[in-house]
T-cell receptor
Framework: DAGVTQSPTHLIKTRGQQVTLRCSPISGHKSVSWYQQVLGQGPQFIFQ???????GRGNFPDRFSARQFPNYSSELNVNALLLGDSALYLC???????????????FGDGTRLSIL | GIQVEQSPPDLILQEGANSTLRCNFSDSVNNLQWFHQNPWGQLINLFYIPSGTKQNGRLSATTVATERYSLLYISSSQTTDSGVYFC?????????FGQGTELSVKP
């Protein structure tokens, strides 16, 4: 079975632009979460979606938004890009919502976003 | 919120050596995961270990939730073990990660 897949793998944008990152969860998983990892730090939680509804939001500005589709895939959108948005963006899936499920999260390989 | 601290921050080993990585956390929780992030950035599940001990090949992990710590043991280290090791705990609907232990295994 395929793991969590993310696209694109690498992306270069300039300040002020908008970007959309995509994630497909493991088959059968209904929960998708997004994390941002800047160089030298651990991943930081951005969003969790379960059954197409937002279940949690981290401490990120409104420039960050996400959605989940009926097939449980997800998109993360970032508007008005800043230099500080340069990071590895990770998507994770699990079978149930993290606040109720005791199942582990599985991560994709990430999208490396560079802002010039 | 939950605080997660890992030690040591960096570790350099000769191939074949053993090591112990530690994760301390601020609340008594029952949902700890260990991850390995390889030099290419892939974050790989090692263990989901709310409590007790688990082993997978050369790696094993022990969590004592009541004393708020977990240990990851790496035996007979190999160069492919290099990378950053994270522990993470669940708080509500999110994982809280430690700052990681960066391991470098020299041939």
């Amino acid at each position: 079975d395929a793991g969590v897949t993310q696209s694109p793998t690498h992306l270069i944008k300039t300040r002020g632009q908008q970007v959309t990152l995509r994630c497909s969860p493991i088959s059968g998983h209904k929960s998708v979460s997004w994390y941002q990892q800047v160089l030298g730090q651990g991943p930081q939680f951005i969003f969790q979606y379960y059954e197409k509804e937002e279940r949690g939001r981290g401490n990120f500005p409104d420039r960050f938004s996400a959605r989940q589709f009926p097939n449980y895939s997800s998109e993360l959108n970032v508007n008005a890009l800043l230099l500080g948005d340069s990071a590895l963006y990770l998507c994770a899936s699990s079978s149930g919502p993290l606040d109720y499920s005791n199942q582990p999260q599985h991560f994709g390989d990430g999208t490396r976003l560079s802002i010039l | 919120g939950i605080q997660v601290e890992q030690s040591p921050p960096d570790l350099i080993l000769q191939e074949g050596a053993n090591s112990t990585l530690r994760c301390n956390f601020s609340d008594s929780v029952n949902n700890l995961q260990w991850f390995h992030q390889n030099p290419w950035g892939q974050l790989i599940n090692l263990f989901y270990i709310p409590s007790g001990t688990k082993q997978n090949g050369r790696l094993s992990a022990t969590t004592v939730a009541t004393e708020r710590y977990s240990l990851l043991y790496i035996s007979s280290s190999q160069t492919t073990d290099s990378g950053v090791y994270f522990c993470a705990l669940r708080e509500g609907g999110k994982l809280i990660f430690g700052q990681g232990t960066e391991l470098s295994v020299k041939p």
